[in-house]
């Protein structure tokens, strides 16, 4: 069973950066996709960025692409979201989520629909103020 935590999250300025943290336990995660998610207030979670489980793909919502870069470190068994350029529409709880499927299926490409998605962090807040 793997356990994801996220962590990073916090108050930042229109303009700002953070970066994002999903540890892993439970088992190694190296041939897992990954992917982030995030929830604004009265809003359905929507998909932020995804990398495939060989890590070689990744893709990016049209809203945060060239602003925020998805990456791991399979020695820490850590994805990363390194959010620059944030925006108060930037603003939501931002979830972690790892694919161990795809991988079985022999094409390498980073998920974007959260039905693929089989384990999901907590979610942390990420409060951009104007």
């Known amino acids: 069973q793997v356990q994801l935590v996220e962590s990073g999250g916090g108050l930042v300025q229109a303009g700002g950066s953070l970066r994002l943290s999903c540890a892993a336990s439970?088992?190694?995660?190296?041939?897992?996709?990954m992917g982030w998610f995030r929830q604004a207030p009265g809003k359905e979670r929507d998909f932020v960025a995804a990398?495939?489980?060989?890590?070689?793909?990744?893709y990016y919502a049209d809203s945060v692409k060239g602003r925020f870069t998805i990456s791991r470190d399979s020695a820490k068994n850590t994805v990363y979201l390194q959010m620059n350029s944030l925006t108060p529409e930037d603003t939501a709880v931002y979830y972690c989520?790892?694919?161990?499927?795809?991988?079985?299926?022999?094409?390498?490409?980073?998920?974007?629909?959260?039905?693929?998605?089989?384990?999901w962090g907590q979610g942390t807040q990420v409060t951009v103020s104007s």
């Open positions: 439970g088992r190694t995660f190296n041939d897992y996709g």
């Open positions: 989520a790892a694919d161990r499927r795809t991988r079985y299926t022999g094409i390498d490409i980073a998920r974007t629909s959260q039905n693929v998605y089989d384990y």
């Open positions: 990398m495939s489980w060989s890590g070689r793909n990744t």
